[in-house]
């Protein structure tokens, strides 16, 4: 009879470290701050990766706001800008990649597809302006 209770015990103390584990583990991947990307950047505090200045950054407090045109669209685009403001990167809302452009002769920024014009603070994509500075 006493083998039989410290099997059973045995049993259970096996199953409890068990599930103890699997608690655990679960408990550390719901953390608030634990979704890390491949640069460190923790996105549930608002940070993403700024391929233009090789950081971590809060778009929303570093960049610049663009509106968009279409007023059925609700979706805000933002632009950074590099330290000398020869370069600026995009981040469109629907896009995962951002997008880096190049200051041109005239003072705006571009490249084949995607103009801002830094005169109008406007945003041009394939001809159309999609985006305004707020």
């Not at 103390?13 to 990307?37: H, M, P, Q, R």
Request: with cysteine.
């Amino acid at each position: 009879m006493r083998q039989i209770g410290t099997l059973i015990f045995g049993i259970l103390l096996f199953i409890s470290c068990g599930s103890v584990k699997d608690t655990k583990d679960a408990e550390t991947s719901e953390f608030v701050g634990n979704d890390k990307d491949k640069h460190g950047c923790i996105s549930s505090a608002g940070y993403t990766w700024s391929e233009l200045n090789q950081n971590c950054i809060r778009v929303f407090a570093e960049g610049h706001p663009l509106k968009p045109v279409d007023k059925n669209d609700k979706k805000v685009a933002f632009i950074v800008f590099n330290e000398d403001k020869s370069k600026l990167e995009l981040f469109l809302p629907d896009s995962k990649a951002t997008t880096i452009l190049s200051q041109l002769e005239n003072g705006n920024y571009g490249s084949k597809d995607i103009i801002y014009d830094e005169n109008d603070s406007s945003l041009i994509i394939d001809g159309t302006m999609k985006y305004k500075l707020e």
